[in-house]
């Protein structure tokens, strides 16, 4: 299973000389293995993602974590939605209410954009998921809702023993209770459990997490704590924030583990980033 | 052991923060969680119990009505609430574990996850006065 970043940046794409090592574009990863190419989220990642997509592809396999516009906003300037050869399937969470297509026609539609869903020249076909498990190819697909405000899933990716776990929007603390002490309180755990790779919400430094609890989002030290809980061999720490530069960056990581003995590997997300999960 | 669903952990942590008694089961009945209010009525300690199964919570207390009767698991309102997955209501007494008599008041409710799961069900109790 590869693995390649195409965006980790949080909430808006943030462009500039002092983000030219983790990169400006919002969430996007894509995952190839053997036929089988997936991509997580749509966020503004997915524009280049689409122009450097293999022509060979025939189908890709969109799953989205939610719907928040930092994880959706690239979807119109992907390149195969409006290619007739190439099928795209479109995967999001359930609500109680409203069919996903619908919540996704909000979307594809004036005045937030000028093409609808309706004229793209192939449909994608929409897949609404829960607590799923399903196969792509040869991966296997997991999904769970997790803590963020609004129906939104994390994702676990299994392929020859290898497993991804993908949580880029996620609250530990008020989706856990005596964090990180009870695994089997705390969400997101059956996602990343054992992971060779997590990718993780660490938007926060602990001191800016006070003043925003409730936002959906963790802080650098709930995220490594959670990957030692989850026994990861790596963490990717992801969901930066848009005003964050390189070095800040590089500082929050520094000031987060420099008295902390561990067992994995911790790092910040770049964009461009590739990894071989084997 | 597995984790639980978002949403049980979600009430569980409400549960918590509440200073009005509260029990969390789950769909079989199970006694996940009871906080600290609910501590206070039973006479137990959640940290020492841990949960319990439906047979074990819906005798331990002896609930019985006005007249001494005993109260059949199946009359309870969580009780109904689990088998129904519909809210319910009722008044009752129970023998707490310092042996007093308690006149308690419960609602009931079923938490549905999204799109159309049963998770669990959740109780509130409020120690009323003798009817």
Known sequence: ???????????????????????????????????????????????????????????????????HMDHTMGLGFFAPLYNPKITVHLYGPSTSNEPLVNRLRRYFSPPLFPVRLSELPRHPIIHEL???????????????????PGPTLGYRLTANKSVLAYLPDHELQMGSVNFPNDPEWTSGFEIANGADLLLHDAAYTSKEYVSKIGWGHSSIRDAIAFGKMCKVKKLALFHHEPIRSDEQLDQMLLDSTQNLKLNFEVEICAEGKTYDLG | MP????????????????GMPCFLVDPEGNLLFYNEAAETIFGLKFGETGGMRVEEWATVFTPTDSEGNPIIPEDLPLVKTISTKSPAFGSFYIDSLKGDRIHITVSSFPIMGRPDRVLGSMAMFWKTEDA
């Open chain 1, 130 to 148: 829960n607590t799923s498990e399903f196969k792509i190819g040869d991966v296997t697909v997991k999904s769970d809702y997790i803590c963020h």
């Open chain 2, 3 to 18: 984790a639980q669903p978002l949403e049980l952990i979600l009430a569980r942590q409400f549960g918590d923060s509440l």
């Open chain 1, 1 to 67: 299973m590869k693995v390649k970043v195409w965006g980790c940046r949080g909430s808006l794409p943030a462009p500039g000389p002092e983000n030219k090592i983790y990169g400006g574009n919002t969430s996007c990863i894509q995952v190839m293995h053997g036929e089988a190419c997936i991509i997580l989220d749509g966020g503004s990642g997915i524009l280049r993602l689409g122009k450097y997509l293999s022509p060979e592809i025939t189908e890709v396999h969109v799953l989205l974590s939610h719907l």
